[in-house]
């Protein structure tokens, strides 16, 4: 061990070492001149561990009798001369080692490095530099060290080597896998876990931890210039995935300047669907900015949930499955959040529709988990609307799949399908559909492996599903899986309820329901919105729900009634009309109607008798035909056939036909 404390301190500290097999590869071969690098780039982000692997490479230079000088840019003036005058410290002997952590501290001297300091040295010379930003183009450009330089992107640790080092660190065995699954691999926060537990609990998410978010914070990011760049970096960490369109919606004109600057973080990737940070910052940098600024965390989760939701809603978008996944993947709070944290961290793959090649996967699928007679139920269903399948795929074929069916009592394609039986007998004992009303069902759903247990089908049924839910206005909206101890505190969660539960081929199929009638999408948006962030379940409160739907004599009858109160605030705010799809502004909901019958075929004089009658105060009807220029009984044919013509085109809006 040697006569001095440091010779104690570097032998603990060996033995606290773990992994980093791939980076001690690379500096054993550096030292042993079997590969052409002489000069190793280490980077990361801050506590990733280059200060522990550098320590640890100095001691193996020592161990192989090489002399060796380890800097930290922190250390050193930032000027040549201060550098220079470091370096001279470097001891005499065969293959001198000098490796300098803090590097990104003396970028502005990056040019002396590669051109006078680092080829002064000796040939036989191995230098490590280690920090923050990876190494500058000018490296990559220069064709010497393009070969002498080799570039370390240090990663962060497997599970195995996290449960380890907990070990090391003297952690109970029975907490090292929750404690190894916060930390993520990040070697500074399973240590400071490691400590903060201590003796306690473990927590479930790091946001309960707020003294180690903070002092994560500070490691990984010395300085964010400014507020823009802040909420550029908040953005960042909630998404998904974050393209400058989002961070225009976020921080304004500023978002390419903001975009660039992200992109150039270490802590930042970039995919082809835009930045992306790493695990563990993504919940450090989440937890710190709800902690420091929960009202703005709120804004925030909303603005971003707005932009994805007005993507979805605009017909035009080339980009809805992707805006739905964005959407989806909002949901940390869910009783779902393990699958929902697992799709984040390890990707997703595509849910978009079915091509007809997909029809055998799917069934496929289907028949091997479910059995053939559901089999044979979905494949009729696919060939009946073909437009309801979505699919997951990869290079070997669908992954997932997510069928959607629309049915009502007079259209039901596949009459002996006992789970949409089940479901409108349900519905017509719970609130009878109204002609023209149809239900939408996601009928079938499953992936490979654990068919609809996992993450995958979570994702296949939620992308889909919010992509019809968005797109077809039904009166009802269900699901139909399997599992009901796995779904049912989902759809909970979701104000969903239970309609029915059928026996259906080797599995028992629960029916959850939403009542759009009810609930309308704008509420069940705000609804599950709060949620995302509260984590609530059950039913809808009630001051977001609507009264039971009008039959459609009733609609009838309040729509002549709304008519003659079509000036009079008071009269439209207490009609029975203000609990339907024609709410919140009835009177701009009629206007609509009648300029819209005006403008069909023969329903120019239509419109001018529902105008003249009910728009332009004339004392009576009698007054109204003098001034039209009709005889009375004519006058009298045309309101009847306008009257009637309007409740059907009103109708059509609330029954969500139009």
């Known amino acids: 061990m040697g006569p001095t404390l440091s010779a104690v301190l570097d032998d603990a500290r060996r033995r606290g070492f773990v992994g ?50 380890l800097l930290h840019g922190r250390d050193l003036g930032g000027s040549i001369e201060d550098v220079a005058s ?30 006078h300091l680092l080829p002064s040295l000796p040939a036989d010379s191995v230098v490590v530099l280690a920090g923050r930003e990876p190494p500058d183009a ?18 962060v640790l497997p599970a195995t080597e996290s449960v380890e080092l907990l070990c090391r660190l003297g952690v109970p065995e029975d907490q090292r896998g929750r404690l190894a699954a916060l930390g993520r691999g990040h070697p500074l926060t399973l240590t400071l876990l490691a400590e903060a537990c201590a003796g306690g609990d473990v927590p479930a998410r790091l946001d309960q931890l707020p003294q180690l978010v ?17 909420t550029g970096l908040a953005t960042c960490a909630h998404a998904y995935r974050t393209t400058e369109d989002l961070l225009a919606a976020t921080v304004g004109p500023r978002a390419p300047e903001v975009w660039a600057w992200l992109a150039a973080r270490p802590f930042v990737g970039r995919s082809g669907d835009g930045l992306y940070p790493h695990d563990l910052v993504r ?4 937890a710190e900015f709800a902690q420091r600024n929960p009202d703005a965390y709120v804004a925030l989760h909303r603005t971003m949930r ?9 017909p035009a978008s080339l980009s809805r499955h992707r805006d739905a996944t964005e959407l989806m993947l909002l949901h940390k709070r869910s009783p779902l959040e393990s699958q929902v944290r697992q799709l ?18 799917v069934l496929e699928l289907a028949s091997a988990a479910e059995g053939p007679e559901p089999a044979q139920i979905y494949g009729r269903w696919i060939d009946a609307q073909p437009a309801g399948l979505y699919v997951a795929r990869s290079e070997t074929g669908v992954e997932a799949f997510s069928l959607h069916v629309y049915v009502s009592p007079e259209d039901n394609p596949i009459p002996d399908d006992p789970v949409v039986r089940a479901v409108l007998d349900a519905i017509e004992r719970r609130s009878p559909l109204r002609p023209g009303e149809r239900v939408g069902i996601n009928r079938g759903l499953g992936n490979r492996g654990a068919y609809q247990r996992d993450a995958l089908s979570l994702l296949a049924g939620s992308v889909s599903s919010l992509v019809e839910w968005l797109s077809r206005p039904v009166a009802w909206n269900v699901v139909t899986p399997l599992h009901e101890d796995f779904w049912r505190p989902f759809f909970e969660y979701l104000g969903f309820g239970v309609l029915a539960r059928v026996r259906f081929g080797s599995g028992d199929v629960t029916a959850y329901g939403w009542d759009r009638r009810r609930l309308p999408l704008e509420e069940f948006l705000e609804l599950t919105g709060r949620r995302e962030l509260t984590g609530e379940t059950g039913p809808p409160p009630a001051e977001l729900l609507r009264p039971a739907p009008l039959g459609r004599d009733a609609f009838e009858e309040a729509v002549r009634a709304a008519l003659r109160d079509i000036n009079r605030p008071d009269g439209l705010a207490a009609n029975a009309l203000a609990g339907t799809a024609l709410a919140p502004d009835l009177r701009a909901s009629l206007l609509a109607g009648i300029a819209r019958l005006g403008d069909e075929p023969k329903g120019e004089p239509l419109g001018r008798v529902l105008d003249r009658t009910y728009l332009c105060g004339t004392p009576s009807q009698e007054a109204a035909a003098e001034v039209l220029g009709l005889p009375f009984s004519t006058y009298r044919r045309y309101l009847g056939r306008a009257t009637a013509r309007l409740v059907d085109l009103l109708w059509a809006v609330e029954v969500g036909t139009d």
């Not at 919940?283 to 989440?286: E, H, I, Q, S």
């Open 20 to 69: 980093r097999a791939p980076e001690l590869r690379s500096f054993t071969a550096a030292l042993a001149g079997t590969e052409p690098a002489r000069v190793l780039f280490v980077h990361g982000p801050g506590g990733i561990g280059k200060s522990t692997l550098l320590d640890e490479l100095r001691r193996r230079a020592v161990q192989a009798q090489r002399p060796a000088l």
């Open 86 to 115: 470091a370096v001279a410290a470097l001891p005499d002997g065969p293959g001198p080692v000098l490796l300098v952590d803090g590097y990104e501290l003396l970028t502005r001297l990056d040019r002396w490095f590669r051109e």
């Open 138 to 155: 000018a490296w990559a450009a220069d064709p010497g060290w393009r070969q002498l330089l080799r570039r370390l992107d240090l990663a």
């Open 214 to 230: 903070a002092e994560l914070c500070r490691v990984l990011v010395r300085e964010v210039p400014d507020a823009d760049h802040r």
């Open 283 to 286: 919940d450090v940098f989440d």
């Open 306 to 314: 707005q932009y994805a939701v007005g993507r979805l809603l605009d």
């Open 344 to 361: 984040r961290d390890s990707g997703v793959l595509a849910v978009v529709p079915a091509a007809p090649a997909d029809r055998a996967g």
